[in-house]
C-alpha cells in the first residue's frame, strides 16, 4: 500500500510540475523522438504526449500482478483531464504471460479491466530486441528503482509533462 501511494505521490506532484525526483540525463534523444505502433498496428509518434505525464508499463494479461489493470484504469479516468496518460505496452518475456495477438489482448483488457488508457501492440522490454523506447527506460538512473533489465511484468516509468523520466517503480508498486 505504501509504495501505492508512493507512485500516486509521485503522479500527482509530476501532473503539478512540482517533481523533485531527478533521472540521469546522459541518454541522448528524447522520449518523443520515439514511434511506437498501438494496438491496431497503426504507428504512434510519442511527441502526441508532449505535455502530458506518462506511465509507461509493460503489462501482461495472465500475470499474478494483472489485475493491476484495475488500479491503472482509475488512475486513468481520476487524472486523464488533468494531463495524465497512461501507456500500457503488453510484453511476453515474464513467464510467457502475455500470450495472445494484440486482438487477443485488447479484447481481454476492455472486456475484463474495461481499459481505456492507451494500448500497444506487444514488444520485448529487454534484450538485443527490446523496444528502443525501452532502452532507453532502462538506461537511465531513476529512482528508486535505478537503471538495468525490467525485471517482470507491470514495472513503470513516469514521465513528467517536459518529457524526462522522473521515476521508476517495480512491479509491486
Not at 486523464?80 to 504471460?97: E, H, R, W
Not at 513503470?156 to 518529457?163: A, D, E, S
Amino acid at each position: 500500500m505504501q509504495f501505492r501511494l508512493a507512485m500516486l505521490g509521485v503522479v500527482l506532484m509530476a501532473i503539478g510540475n512540482s517533481v523533485g525526483l531527478t533521472a540521469d540525463a546522459s541518454t541522448a534523444g528524447s522520449i518523443y523522438d520515439h514511434k511506437i505502433a498501438n494496438i491496431d498496428d497503426k504507428p504512434v509518434e510519442l511527441s502526441q504526449y508532449k505535455g502530458k505525464v506518462l506511465v509507461i508499463v509493460n503489462v501482461a494479461s495472465k500475470c499474478g500482478k494483472t489485475p493491476q489493470y484495475e488500479g491503472l484504469q482509475a488512475l486513468h479516468e481520476k487524472f486523464k483531464d488533468k494531463g495524465l496518460a497512461i501507456l500500457g505496452m503488453p510484453c511476453n518475456q515474464f513467464g510467457k504471460q502475455e500470450p495472445g495477438s494484440n486482438k487477443e489482448i485488447q479484447e481481454f483488457c476492455t472486456s475484463k479491466y474495461h481499459v481505456t488508457f492507451d494500448m500497444f501492440s506487444k514488444i520485448d522490454v529487454n534484450g538485443k530486441d527490446a523496444s528502443p523506447l525501452y532502452k532507453q527506460l532502462t538506461a537511465l538512473d531513476t529512482k528508486p528503482k535505478g537503471a538495468g533489465p525490467v525485471a517482470w511484468n507491470f514495472e513503470k516509468f513516469i514521465v513528467n509533462r517536459k518529457g524526462e523520466v522522473v521515476a521508476r517503480f517495480g512491479s509491486g508498486v
